[in-house]
């Protein structure tokens, strides 16, 4: 086992990752101490520790980064951070208690209470996990899960699938388990499942369907609300009853 001085921490590189897909340097400091342990594969950095590869970065109090200790090329495969975290991927950032970076997959998982991970789009919260899969685009919130857009509609639920398009602009995202919907104006929806598709700019609520406006108030078992124009429209379906509303009109 290694301690390097904090003079080589904060100026040298003391990583290389030579995988094609990583084959730039990753720079790991701390402004207390690095431990080198080479039995076990293994870099823990102390005290404002960074990880730092190009336009990707992970910032923590403790930062552990993983590497098999059996092989000659010594790629980093895992860095897991806690206390304080945060990162930053291109676009994307994100913080919170803990978080394990697979570098291989690029998969990110980040742990609360309350992480968070934003974007250009919008900002995703969750008090259990956000798990993020750079190589396929998708973002997973778990526990009290919601989505603020950049326009300000708000989507919640027990889990959120965000899918992402090619320049990390949000795609869709799946709600499930006490989905809640507010639009721009402050209308309010609820259900038990939700599908909202940026291309359309419209969302597909089903199950125990509730629309909120005022003291309005709809029911059905399935709605559509069209957030671009403003439309909110309740579906009857066959064999689940009928779909009604209690109108109140402003004095």
Request: aromatic residues 6%.
């Amino acid at each position: 086992m290694k301690h390097l001085t904090k003079a080589a921490l904060l100026f040298g590189t003391v990583l290389l990752c030579n995988t094609p897909i990583y084959a730039q340097q990753l720079e790991i400091s701390a402004s207390n101490e690095l431990v080198w342990d080479q039995t076990k594969g293994l870099y823990e950095a102390n005290g404002a520790a960074k990880a730092i590869r190009g336009a990707q970065s992970i910032e923590a109090d403790i930062l552990k980064a993983y590497y098999d200790a059996t092989s000659t090329s010594q790629d980093i495969t895992r860095i897991i951070a806690t206390t304080n975290v945060s990162f930053a991927d291109a676009d994307m950032t994100g913080s919170g208690a803990r978080l394990d970076y697979n570098v291989q997959k690029d998969f990110y998982e980040l742990n609360g209470p309350k992480a968070v991970i934003r974007s250009a789009d919008g900002t995703a919260r969750a008090e259990n996990s956000l798990t993020y899969n750079k190589a396929d685009g998708i973002i997973t919130a778990t526990d009290k899960a919601e989505i603020t857009l950049a326009d300000g509609r708000l989507l919640k639920g027990n889990t959120l699938e965000i899918v992402l398009g090619e320049t990390d602009e949000i795609d869709t995202v799946t709600a499930t388990g006490n989905v809640y919907v507010r639009q721009q104006d402050g209308k309010e929806a609820f259900s038990q499942t939700g599908f909202y598709s940026a291309v359309t700019g419209k969302a597909l609520l089903t199950g125990d369907v509730k629309i909120i406006d005022g003291e309005s108030v709809l029911n059905g078992q399935k709605a559509e609300i069209d957030f671009n124009k403003g439309i909110s429209k309740l579906i009857a379906e066959e064999g689940q009853g009928r779909v009604s509303g209690i109108l109140t009109s402003a004095e």
